[in-house]
T-cell receptor
Framework: KAGVTQTPRYLIKTRGQQVTLSCSPISGHRSVSWYQQTPGQGLQFLFEYFSETQRNKGNFPGRFSGRQFSNSRSEMNVSTLELGDSALYLC???????????????FGQGTRLTVV | AQSVAQPEDQVNVAEGNPLTVKCTYSVSGNPYLFWYVQYPNRGLQFLLKYITGDNLVKGSYGFEAEFNKSQTSFHLKKPSALVSDSALYFCAVRGPTGGGNKLTFGTGTQLKVEL
């Protein structure tokens, strides 16, 4: 079974620009969550999508948004980028919530976003 | 609100010696607890979980963890450390109901195994 795939792996953007990151979950997983990892703040939850609906949201400004498609692939968008948005963005997929699903989440390798 | 504490930023251990990485948690109700490992420039890799049942859970690569409800702890252990175990370890908690699949992570513990 293929794992969680995040694209692109690396990205350099300029302040004020916007960026879209993509995540393809493990086949059959309907839950996709996004996390931001920085040296100062650690791992912070951004939001979770399940069957195309956002069902949980972390404490991030409205510049951070996401969506999920009918095939469970998810995208997150950050508008008006700030230097502080530089981070590793991790996507996690889970089968919890589906019949016979399990509880653990599986992570992709992340997208390293650098804002200059 | 749920929270996780990993009191040690770094743990150093000699290869062949046992290792322990500490984790304490706070959550309403019975917790779902997880350990993940992260190698440089990589995502998080699932090691093991506690949902219910035996307090000692076994996971990947010879790791195990001991759940202690009275001390609200979930320490990660391995009987004999390897140099290749050197990595960043995260403890995470999720509440049993509500909150979807949101995980709350500790700050991470850097494990360094030396020859």
């Amino acid at each position: 079974k293929a794992g969680v795939t995040q694209t692109p792996r690396y990205l350099i953007k300029t302040r004020g620009q916007q960026v879209t990151l993509s995540c393809s979950p493990i086949s059959g997983h309907r839950s996709v969550s996004w996390y931001q990892q920085t040296p100062g703040q650690g791992l912070q939850f951004l939001f979770e999508y399940f069957s195309e609906t956002q069902r949980n949201k972390g404490n991030f400004p409205g510049r951070f948004s996401g969506r999920q498609f009918s095939n469970s692939r998810s995208e997150m968008n950050v508008s008006t980028l700030e230097l502080g948005d530089s981070a590793l963005y991790l996507c996690a997929s889970s089968s919890r919530g589906t019949v016979g699903g399990s509880t653990e989440a599986f992570f992709g390798q992340g997208t390293r976003l650098t804002v200059v | 609100a749920q929270s996780v504490a990993q009191p040690e930023d770094q743990v150093n251990v000699a290869e062949g010696n046992p290792l322990t990485v500490k984790c304490t948690y706070s959550v309403s109700g019975n917790p779902y607890l997880f350990w993940y490992v992260q190698y440089p420039n990589r995502g998080l890799q699932f090691l093991l979980k506690y949902i219910t049942g035996d307090n000692l859970v076994k996971g990947s690569y010879g790791f195990e963890a001991e759940f202690n409800k009275s001390q609200t702890s979930f320490h990660l252990k391995k009987p004999s450390a390897l140099v290749s175990d050197s990595a960043l370890y995260f403890c995470a908690v999720r509440g049993p109901t509500g909150g979807g699949n949101k995980l709350t992570f500790g700050t991470g513990t850097q494990l360094k195994v030396e020859l």
